[in-house]
């Protein structure tokens, strides 16, 4: 692995009661595509609330090398803005200041939002959200962006685009990408290594090839085939 721009440890996470994360480490290197593969309730939206600073962890380290963007399960849009407005708003932690707030680069690593700039975002369909909550992510510049739950609720070609759009973002422009995901298939076809989390601990990781043939991987997350 290269040097890593995200690397967990040991990190523990305790609601009242329940522990949801136990233990976990974790690294994502320099231009690395991951996955990350967990049933529901595994743990991972409480592993992407830590990674953002949302939850503090009880025990474990995270140290992110770089700048970290995340495009958040559900998409968040605000429906009222325009595409462009959105966008825009993914500049305000830029470093660049007024210049980091100019969404014309974006609309050139991703040419379909062009014609929708000047829509509002809540009219939009759930794969154009998508499109835009990754563009609004690439707007503060990042070196890793955490996708949670790229494909929940959009329809397979719509997909196939989005993950085209990332692997060029990965090989032309060196950006790190941890997937956050539960279509298992398409994590572990998308991405050359990943975790496999199950109630809170990584029960596997490895080269994604290697799992995808695992029986263990197989039987409980791509349908026993
Ligand atoms: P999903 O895909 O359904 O979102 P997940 O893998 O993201 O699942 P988490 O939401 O991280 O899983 O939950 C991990 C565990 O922690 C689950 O057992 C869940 O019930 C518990 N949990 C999550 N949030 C809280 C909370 N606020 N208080 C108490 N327990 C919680």
Redesign the pocket.
């Known amino acids: 692995m290269s040097r890593p721009v995200v690397e967990v440890t040991g990190l523990t996470v305790r609601?009242?009661?329940?522990t949801?994360l136990d233990g976990v480490d974790l690294a994502v290197g320099e231009g690395e595509l991951v996955a990350l593969i967990?049933?529901?309730?595994?743990?991972?939206?409480?592993?992407?609330k830590a990674l953002s600073g949302l939850l503090r962890p009880h025990a474990g380290t995270i140290t992110v090398r770089g700048r970290l963007a995340q495009v958040p399960?559900g998409r968040e849009m605000f429906g009222d803005l325009t595409v462009d407005d959105n966008l825009r708003l993914g500049g305000w932690r830029n470093p660049e200041g007024r210049r980091g707030r100019d969404t014309s680069p974006i609309y050139e690593l991703l040419p379909e939002l062009s014609d929708l700039r000047r829509r509002r975002a809540g009219s939009l369909s759930g794969g154009q959200q998508q499109m835009v909550a990754i563009g609004r992510a690439l707007m503060a510049r990042p070196d890793i962006l955490v996708v949670d739950?790229l494909s929940l609720g959009l329809a397979p070609l719509v997909v196939t685009t989005l993950v085209g759009h990332l692997r060029t973002l990965n090989t032309e422009r060196g950006l790190a990408v941890l997937l956050i995901e539960?279509n298992a298939r398409l994590a572990l076809d998308m991405c050359e290594r990943a975790y496999v989390?199950e109630?809170?601990r990584i029960a596997l990781h490895g080269a994604a090839k290697d799992l995808a043939r695992d029986p263990q991987v197989t039987a409980a997350y791509l349908g026993g085939h």
């Open positions: 609601y009242a009661g329940a949801a967990g049933a529901n309730g595994a743990g991972k939206s409480t592993l992407v399960e739950e539960q989390l109630t809170g």
